[in-house]
């Protein structure tokens, strides 16, 4: 299937509708954050991502690239994450150029306290909207898109 015959209608309207509902939904986690007076939503994306990684620790790029934010942009929250005592920055030994970003105690208990509300969030926006036979085919789906676009990136 070339790839302008692949955008009918269906697919138009599937794609616009996906569009819509990340945002929509994203807006409605990021009001619960915001009414329960915790940080924003992208605070969350890097404490996470932090979190998750080796010794709590990435360098900037590696940050940028799976919090899928540009480094400029990067570099403003990491300097707000930094003043709020959520992480702090350590230079690369190896690399003088280069500068890890390292979660904090704080930063985990802010990961947590935002994870209770942004859990509440997706099982109420989400979850409890789709069956376990739709979420499984659209975790297939959506698996199948990122496959296509890690490939298409080389």
């Not at 009918?8 to 915001?34: C, E, G, M, Y």
């Not at 991502?49 to 590696?62: G, I, M, Q, V």
Request: aromatic share 6%.
């Amino acid at each position: 299937m070339s790839n302008n015959a692949a955008l009918d209608p269906l697919r138009n309207t599937a794609w616009r509708s996906l569009l819509t509902v990340h945002t929509r939904l994203l807006d409605l986690i990021a009001h619960k954050l915001t009414q329960a007076d915790l940080p924003p939503l992208e605070w969350y994306d890097v404490l996470l991502t932090l979190k998750e990684a080796p010794d709590y620790s990435l360098r900037l790029s590696e940050l940028a690239e799976r919090v899928l934010l540009s480094r400029s942009n990067l570099t403003r929250l990491v300097d707000r994450l930094e003043k709020a005592d959520l992480l702090y920055r350590k230079s690369c030994p190896s690399d003088r150029r280069g500068t890890y970003a390292v979660l904090t105690e704080s930063g985990l208990s802010m990961q947590q306290k935002m994870w209770l509300v942004y859990s509440d969030g997706i099982a109420e926006y989400f979850a409890t909207h789709i069956s376990d036979d739709e979420a499984r085919t659209l975790q297939q789906i959506c698996d199948r898109l990122l496959v296509a676009a890690i490939a298409a990136k080389r």
